[in-house]
Nanobody, 123 residues
Framework: QVQLVESGGGLVQAGGSLRLSCVASGRTFSSYWMGWFRQAPGKERDFVAAISWSGENTHYSESTKGRFTISRDNAKDTMYLQMTSLKTEDTAVYYC????????????????WGHGTQVTVSS
């Protein structure tokens, strides 16, 4: 059973930075895409970023492009999201996602999800 555990969330002022981590365990496959999503209260879960197994291919949402950087270390079974120039509208619970299938990276069609880590950006 694949387990994903996010960490690194917290409270930060607007303009600040945070680095999220997602550690995977129990994986018996080489996932092609891993992704980060976020969900604000009362809103749908939205795509943030995705990265291919090799790290050569990445995708970002328009709202995070240029501010967030996704990366992964397969030797550590860990994916990261470096967030800079944070805005109040970035406040949400951030989830990492994984799949044994080759999903559309910006869709929510992933098989495995973490429980999320809260990011709160104050003005």
């Amino acid at each position: 059973q694949v387990q994903l555990v996010e960490s690194g969330g917290g409270l930060v002022q607007a303009g600040g930075s945070l680095r999220l981590s997602c550690v995977a365990s129990g994986r018996t496959f080489s996932s092609y895409w891993m992704g980060w999503f976020r969900q604000a209260p009362g809103k749908e879960r939205d795509f943030v970023a995705a990265i291919s197994w090799s790290g050569e291919n990445t995708h970002y949402s328009e709202s995070t492009k240029g501010r967030f950087t996704i990366s992964r270390d397969n030797a550590k079974d860990t994916m990261y999201l470096q967030m800079t120039s944070l805005k109040t509208e970035d406040t949400a619970v951030y989830y990492c996602a994984d799949s044994s299938r080759r999903v559309v990276p910006w869709s929510t069609d992933y098989d495995y999800w973490g429980h999320g880590t809260q990011v709160t950006v104050s003005s």
